[in-house]
């Protein structure tokens, strides 16, 4: 008899678990794509402000929870394992780069570390003026078109925010530390 409902409960749990599942992509296809652009663009509009990067960084990260209310994504399993797969096949290869490290040696986060030095405060005080404020809130639309894709993939856009002090000041990477010539005008 216990047999019997030790596998009713197990039955029930599995399609519990599949509801929450199907659940959640319904989230992430509907309201899960569209409501975190506010979010990351109130958090880009703190970045902005210098004093509101806390702020900022705690909003893209509840703007990326929101995308799936902090569920692993379906199917998650089989993209990881699908990899693990690629990875293990290219190693004779060049393993490709993930699309991040790709777009970043074209942006401004990659200039900033090929530079043997720092760029000036005078340089980067025009860059945000004329470029800074406005490139940056197309790379927060980038990151957030991400989620357009039919899978979310949460570490790119975190990846993708993390650059963008970078993008907007020309500032060295959060990774990369100053160096002694920091404070030399250009």
């Known amino acids: ?11 029930v ?5 599949a509801a929450r599942s199907w659940g959640g992509y319904a989230w992430f296809m509907s309201f899960g794509t569209i409501l975190p652009l506010p979010v990351l ?17 705690n909003a893209y990260g509840f703007g990326i929870f929101l995308s799936t209310l902090g569920q692993r994504p379906p199917g998650a399993d089989k993209l990881e394992s699908r990899l693990e797969g690629h990875a293990e096949e290219e190693t004779g290869k060049e393993k490709k780069k993930p699309f991040a490290e790709r777009v970043r040696t074209h942006a401004p986060p990659g200039w900033v570390e090929r530079r ?3 760029f000036g405060r005078r340089t980067r005080t025009l860059w945000f003026v004329l470029v800074g404020w406005w490139f940056g809130g197309l ?14 993939f949460p570490d790119l856009i975190r990846s993708l ?10 500032a060295p990477p959060a990774g990369q530390a100053p160096t002694a010539t920091a404070g030399v005008q250009s």
């Open 161 to 170: 925010l993390a650059d963008l002090p970078s993008v907007i000041t020309l």
């Open 139 to 152: 790379w927060v639309i980038l990151a957030w078109s991400v989620l357009l894709l039919p899978y979310p």
């Open 116 to 118: 043997d030095e720092p």
């Open 41 to 57: 663009l109130f958090g880009y509009l703190a970045q902005l402000t210098f004093v509101g990067a806390p702020l900022a960084r």
């Open 13 to 17: 749990r599995r399609k519990g678990r």
């Open 1 to 11: 008899m216990s047999a019997r409902v030790t596998a009713a409960r197990d039955a």
